[in-house]
C-alpha cells in the first residue's frame, strides 16, 4: 500500500514538474491511486460524483463573495485610506515605515481575506516609498509577502474556509480563533522592524500633527468597517461567515462605487471577471482534492501510513501529533498550492488530532498558520511567486531577505503549540 502510494505521489510531481499546473497532477493522482488501491474495480465516473459533491458545501459561497469584496477593494480607495491613517500614527517612529507596511498589511488582510490581495494592494503603493527610504529591495519584498500572509490568519481567511468545510470544524470559531496569533505575528514582525532600524538608523519622516491624524482617521473609517462587520457579526450571532461575505460584498460596492466613486459601473466587468478566474482555480482544485481525498479515505491510505507506517495514533502524545501535523503542512506548502496541501493531508491527521482529544479549532489554526508560513517559504511558495510577478524582481532576490521573518512566523507556531490559549482564549470568550 505505501509502495503504491509512493507511485501516486511520484507521478503527481513528475507531472508538476513538466510544467503542468496544479490541477492536472491532483486530477492524475487520484485517477491514478483509483487504478492502483481499487485494482480498476471501482468505476472511474465516482471521482467526477466526489468532485461535484466537493464543491456543494454551501460554506463554500463565501469564497467567491470575500474574493469578490476583495477586487472591489483593490481597485477602489479603501487600501490607500488604511495606508494614509497607518503611516500618520507611525512613520515618524523608528522603523515606522517598515511598522506602517505590517499593520497594513494586516489591516488590509483583515478586510480581503486573501494574501495574493494584500501583496498588491499594499505592496504597490508602500515598496516605492521603503525603497526611497533606503531599505534594501529584498529587505522591503519580504516584509510586504511576510506581512499579507497574515491575512491568512486574520479574518476573513479562505484558507480557514476551506479547512473548515473539508474538517467539519466550525469556521465561525475558526475566524476567531485566528485573531490572537495574526496579532502576535503583526506585534513580532513590528518588533523586528524597530530591532533592525536601531541597529542601521535611517532617516524618519516627519511626527504628523493631530489634526492630520484626526483627517486620517475620518478618511480610512469606513474601510475599518470590513472586520467589524466580519467579526461582529459573527460574534454577536447577527449573520454566518457565509453572510458575513455577502454583506462584506454589498459594503464593498457603495463604499467604492457611491461614496469614493473610484470604481465606475464600466469596471465592474473587469471585476467580475478577475473574481470568476480566482473563483474557477479554487474550485477546481477544491473539487478535485475533494476526489483525491475520497480516494485515499477509500483505500485506508491514512490509516495504513499513518498508524501502521509512521506508528501515529490516538495516544501518541499532544506534541507528538501536533508537531508532525505543524511539519507535514510546513514542508507540503513549500511545494504545493496552500488550497492543495488543507485537502490532500486533512482526511488523514484531522481525525487522528480529534480522537487524541486535541480541540479541532486548535489544529485548524496551527494548519492555517502552517499554510501562511509555506506560502512564503521556498522553493514553490506561491506568495513568491506573486511578489516576482507583481514587483518583476529576480527570484533569488526576493528570497534573500525572506529567512528573519520565517524565523519569526516559525517561532509563532511553537508559542501556539506550547500556549493554545493565543489561539483558544478569544475563542472561548466569544463562543464559551
Known sequence: MVMLAIIVLLLMLLLLLAGFPMKVPLIMGAWAALLLFTGGEVSPAILIQQWIGGITPAALVAVPMFVLAAEIMTKGQAADRLLGMVVSFVGHLRGGLPIATAVSCTLFGAMSGSTQATVVAIGGPLRPKLLDAGYSKSFSTALIINASDIAMLIPPSIGMIVYGVVSGTSIGELFVAGVGPGLLILAMFCGYCFWLDCRLPRPRQQRVAWPER?????????????????????????????????????????????????????DLGKVARSTALVTAIVFVLVGAGAAFSWVISFAQLPQE?????????????YWTLMLFITVSYFVGCMFVDPIVVILILTPIFHPIAVAAG???????????????IGS?????GCDIFTAIAIFRQPYLEVLRGTPPFIVILLLVALLLLGFPVIALGLRDLAFG
Not at 231 to 248: D, K, Q, R
Not at 305 to 310: A, D, E, F, G, K
Not at 358 to 372: F, S
Open 214 to 266: 484626526r483627517r486620517a482617521v475620518r478618511r480610512a473609517l469606513l474601510p475599518l468597517g470590513f472586520p467589524v462587520i466580519v467579526l461582529g457579526g459573527i460574534y454577536t450571532g447577527v449573520f454566518s461567515p457565509t453572510e458575513a461575505a455577502a454583506v462584506c460584498v454589498l459594503y464593498a460596492g457603495i463604499l467604492e462605487l457611491l461614496i469614493y466613486r473610484e470604481l465606475g459601473w464600466r
Open 358 to 372: 486535541i480541540d479541532p479549532v486548535l489544529v485548524g489554526v496551527v494548519v492555517t498558520l502552517q499554510v501562511a
Open 376 to 380: 512564503a517559504t521556498p522553493p514553490f
Open 305 to 317: 501510513l499513518v498508524t501502521n507506517t509512521l506508528g501515529l495514533n490516538a495516544q501518541s502524545g
